[in-house]
T-cell receptor
Framework: EADIYQTPRYLVIGTGKKITLECSQTMGHDKMYWYQQDPGMELHLIHY???????EKGDLSSESTVSRIRTEHFPLTLESARPSHTSQYLC???????????FGNGTRLTVT | AQTVTQSQPEMSVQEAETVTLSCTYDTSENNYYLFWYKQPPSRQMILVIR??????QNATENRFSVNFQKAAKSFSLKISDSQLGDTAMYFC????????????FGKGTKLSVIP
């Protein structure tokens, strides 16, 4: 079982609120990722990090931001939540080329 | 850019039967990695099986096996003796062998195992 944790598991929040989705891993993995999973279950990479102080935007444009100050921690922040941000967000980590991604349980976000 | 195609949005199988999920991909690279992931309803995404492109031998993990056809760029997953716990979304994924650590995922196949 992968040691990667996401909190909260479920979040319902009003439009305009600032939120931070937490992701932590205890495996010492350098690489970390955020995926947005749409209602049709398709996965879209929105952010990734290859190490401390390294972050990049993914294939899908997102209004969220990320930070990577510590190896084990990769939080995602939405400054002003909107209904279009309603989705499931999956965090993952890996060690490198050829290694599989380990996923957290996900955060299901609903913006009303 | 690489693409991964799963042509079966939904499939069903009787308990104890065998089912094959299809996956094709497009790449100009010779060295890469392929994965199948399973996402049960409201549960964590987990790795099912992994294949290295430079290995001709098909990967197997208990009841799960792949049919890797490199020339055809095909990577199908066979589930033998299907169990109710196999009900899940299954995602095929591609990773290049150089440069990027990211995985490119297919759109998924929803598998239902019927008792």
């Amino acid at each position: 079982e992968a040691d990667i944790y996401q909190t909260p598991r479920y979040l319902v929040i009003g439009t305009g609120k600032k939120i931070t989705l937490e992701c932590s891993q205890t495996m010492g993995h350098d690489k970390m990722y955020w995926y947005q999973q749409d209602p049709g279950m398709e996965l879209h990479l929105i952010h990734y990090s290859y190490g401390v102080n390294s972050t990049e935007k993914g294939d899908l444009s997102s209004e969220s931001t990320v930070s990577r100050i510590r190896t084990e921690h990769f939080p995602l922040t939405l400054e002003s939540a909107r209904p279009s941000h309603t989705s499931q967000y999956l965090c993952a980590s890996s060690t490198g080329i050829g290694s599989p991604l380990h996923f957290g349980n996900g955060t299901r976000l609903t913006v009303t | 850019a690489q693409t991964v195609t799963q042509s079966q949005p939904e499939m069903s199988v009787q308990e104890a039967e065998t089912v094959t999920l299809s996956c094709t991909y497009d790449t100009s690279e010779n060295n890469y990695y392929l994965f199948w992931y399973k996402q049960p309803p409201s549960r964590q995404m987990i790795l099912v099986i992994r294949q290295e492109a430079y290995k001709q031998q098909n990967a197997t993990e208990n009841r799960f096996s792949v049919n890797f056809q490199k020339a055809a760029k095909s990577f199908s997953l066979k589930i033998s003796d299907s169990q109710l716990g196999d009900t899940a979304m299954y995602f095929c994924a591609f990773q290049t062998g150089a440069g990027s650590y990211q995985l490119t995922f297919g759109k998924g196949t929803k598998l239902s195992v019927i008792p």
